[in-house]
């Protein structure tokens, strides 16, 4: 994986890990005991239930512990703000169509295209990260390629 989070990211990580481990494997072996107290459990619905559950909560554990294992981490506190890099914001332009949007370079944590809350990890972050006012910059995407320019840092 080896994603790029910061110390805030990786914190939200750690609480749900702990939250998942303890409480919510407790609510679910709770959930299968009664479950099976109702009798034969290959044909108890609430029992398959619970043991899908589990297997869903396992799952995104293993997912949280190999974000966590394998996170770079990133500095979001000392940050040159002539220059595009993690949460930054700027107003840039697509040169091909002549669109302005307003992007907000984020982790994948923090990702919401609708909001172009693009991430440092996508083919336009990457291409943006450490550019500065009146840089034009080739994105590389899957497809097409078109040119950006960074018009503002706001």
């Known amino acids: ?50 043991c899908a559950n589990y297997r869903e909560n396992d799952n995104r554990i293993q997912y949280l512990l190999t974000m966590i294992s394998t996170a770079t981490l990133i500095d979001d506190k000392n940050i040159d703000n002539s220059i595009l890099g993690i949460n930054s914001k700027a107003r840039i332009k697509f040169i091909e169509n002549e669109y302005e949007a307003i992007v907000t370079l984020v982790t994948t944590m923090d990702v919401d295209p609708e909001n172009m809350r693009i991430s440092i990890e996508s083919d336009l972050g990457k291409a943006l990260s450490g550019k500065k006012v009146g840089d034009k910059v080739e994105v590389d995407a899957p497809g097409e390629k078109y040119t950006v320019e960074v018009l503002e840092i706001l």
């Open 1 to 50: 994986m080896n994603n790029k989070l910061t110390e805030e990211n990786i914190k939200k990580l750690k609480e749900e890990l702990e939250y998942r481990m303890t409480v919510k494997r407790a609510e679910i072996a709770k959930e299968k005991l009664v479950a099976a107290a109702h009798g034969d459990r290959s044909e108890n619905a609430e029992y398959k239930e619970a």
